[in-house]
């Protein structure tokens, strides 16, 4: 039977939006059980569950090596370079480059060569060089310049002797 009352379209869309918003509000209830941050209608983001207790603003006017070292010694454990990437976001720190864990990763990259804190376990896992004291490399040291002439000298003082002594035969 069809009926000759119009249709109040504002309740129904009224109606439809207080749905949509316990819906929303369930669904974001289960994503914060599975560990997964939402982004906005239809997009999550998966957090890694270690992740979760980082305090917003712990790495707060930290340089990059010393908030990844405080990660780690939270973590006890080597961690990859996405996940350092994530924990220092959690922690405050606001990336400005197109590829945060390609920055990370030369930072700490080159903190290893350096012989600092941070080694390198295997390709792009790090953790500290107090756990894995074998992995800390040397660091390179500039010569003192008065060192420097006398190594100058050793090397012109055997260049000399040796051609001395083809002269000689």
Known sequence: ???????????VLEDL???????????????TMLGMRSLGPNKVEQVHPDLQRIEPGAYLGMTIVDATVAFLKKKRKGMRTE???????EGGIVFTSES??????????RNWNQGG??????????????WH?????????PLDPDELDKEISDVINEIDKKSRFDEIL
């Open 1 to 11: 039977m069809p009926s000759d009352t119009p249709i109040d379209y504002g309740a």
């Open 17 to 31: 939006k207080a749905q949509r918003d316990k819906l929303d509000a369930a669904i974001a209830g289960i994503e």
């Open 83 to 89: 996940e350092i990437v994530l924990a220092l976001r």
């Open 100 to 109: 945060p864990v390609n920055t990370v990763g030369s930072i700490l990259n």
């Open 117 to 130: 804190e941070v080694v390198r376990i295997s390709r792009g896992v790090w953790g500290l060089a107090e």
């Open 133 to 141: 004291p074998r992995l800390r490399k040397k660091p390179v040291s």
